[in-house]
């Protein structure tokens, strides 16, 4: 159990959906390692792990994360998507808009989104995500993970660039945020694998477009232009002033102005 999140207070929160167990541990290595570990033993789809603390957490371009325990909510959930896997790569854009969803319906925060999946307040980074398929070609599923700076001080941040909600002003619960965020998950996640289009959803909380960027993308020269659009696959479009360019994988900066 963990006095950081409230396990009964969280799965009645979010009892009755696409969540069909929720559980909260006080430590473990990783989240994701272990709701795949589950997956690949028969466990069924819609369970929640939860904890604040992991030791073994990672991010995207497989980047350490770890935060002093108590501060931050790691987060994963099994799903089984019945969308095509070619077209699983909006998974971790929609963990994105349900985490900007949540963090601001608990919090009042004003949460964005910078491309593809990261969630920002103030231009600060309050979350990371990071989505993996488990199973196989029969049994595909994913495990979308998630996370989320909550109680970190300033002397705790992994970097300058971070932040938490706390430092944000808030002192709502992590059981709260959670449970706001996994209300907001279930509701993105059953509009898209039931067909919905979510791409002008998407964009509306995309503070990357309209915004000067670099991206950076592995054994490529940095590109420099305007992000414009996401396109129908989520892609980020970049005007580079020679002519528009779409990303579908790299890492955005935004250029403050001149």
Not at 18 to 36: F, H
Not at 167 to 189: C, H, K, M, P, Q
Not at 191 to 203: H, I, K, M, N, S
Request: proline share 5%.
């Amino acid at each position: 159990m963990s006095a950081f999140i409230d396990a009964d207070a969280l799965g009645l929160a979010v009892a009755g959906g696409l969540w069909q167990g929720v559980d909260v541990v006080a430590t473990t290595g990783s989240t994701n390692a272990d709701l795949a570990g589950l997956s690949r033993e028969g466990a069924p789809a819609g369970l929640v792990l939860a904890s604040g603390h992991q030791s073994a957490g990672r991010g995207r371009l497989a980047r350490r994360w770890e935060a002093p325990p108590d501060t931050s909510i790691a987060c994963s959930a099994l799903v089984a998507p019945r969308r095509p896997m070619p077209e699983w790569g909006w998974l971790p854009l929609l963990v994105g808009m349900a985490v900007t969803d949540g963090v601001r319906a608990a919090t009042g925060l004003d949460a964005r989104l910078k491309w593809p999946n990261d969630v920002l307040v103030n231009d600060r980074k309050l979350c990371g995500i990071l989505c993996e398929s488990v199973g196989d070609a029969d049994t595909p599923r994913a495990v979308l993970g998630f996370g989320l700076n909550v109680s970190l001080r300033a002397d705790q941040l992994p970097v300058p660039t971070a932040t938490s909600t706390r430092l944000e002003g808030s002192d709502v619960s992590a059981t709260a945020i959670l449970a706001a965020v996994l209300r907001s998950l279930e509701t993105w996640f059953v509009a898209w694998d039931g067909g919905a289009d979510v791409v002008a959803e998407y964009r509306r909380r995309c503070d990357t477009i309209g915004r000067d960027v670099v991206v950076r993308i592995a054994g490529g020269d940095p590109v420099t232009g305007r992000a414009v659009g996401v396109d129908a696959g989520g892609g980020i479009v970049v005007d580079t002033g020679s002519g528009e360019r779409t990303f579908v994988a790299g890492d955005v900066e935004h250029l403050r102005p001149a």
